[in-house]
């Protein structure tokens, strides 16, 4: 097996594994779709969350090669919150929200993993760990650009309300 051959599938794999992440942002994370007030408020208060802190989290996740550092920095951002409660990433619980979602993607990251390997290798072949966990990265980055997605769509929607 060449390095591209296990690549290509791992991106296949990738592909559809898509599908479920975007049920996953869909059906669980319902919050940034309709109840979750985020961005400034009507009378111009920060509240809850800024598209700022998003594409930040994005940016981290889409530099690095680990998503123990992604679920570091979020413990880290919620962690150095001198605001209250429902300030940040500590607003509706939504820093942790992320960090569940982001542990159990572990388990579909080892799936896709063994997919690829199967597909280029056969199927006594073993994912090894620096495989999944480059599965485990990609999916990380794809479930947070697609909460990034959900949450801007809410974010605009609000805008526009408050505006009208």
Known sequence: MTDWQYAFALEQE?????????????????????????GAGIEQEAVGL???????????????????????????????????????????EVGQILIQHLNDLQRMAR???????????????????????QAWIALARLFLAMVWRSYMLRDNEQKREAQA
């Open 111 to 133: 799936n896709v993993a063994q997919k690829a390997v199967e597909r280029t290798q056969g199927r006594t072949v073993a994912a090894t760990p620096e495989q999944r966990d």
């Open 14 to 38: 990738l592909e559809a594994a898509e599908e479920l992440l975007a049920a996953r942002v869909l059906d669980e994370l319902p919050e940034f779709k309709l109840t979750l007030e985020i």
């Open 50 to 92: 800024t598209a700022h802190q998003f594409s930040q989290l994005l940016q981290v996740a889409q530099q690095s090669e680990s998503v123990a550092v992604v679920i570091n920095y979020l413990r880290y951002q919620i962690g150095r919150s001198k605001s209250p409660d429902n300030q940040g990433w500590r607003y509706a």
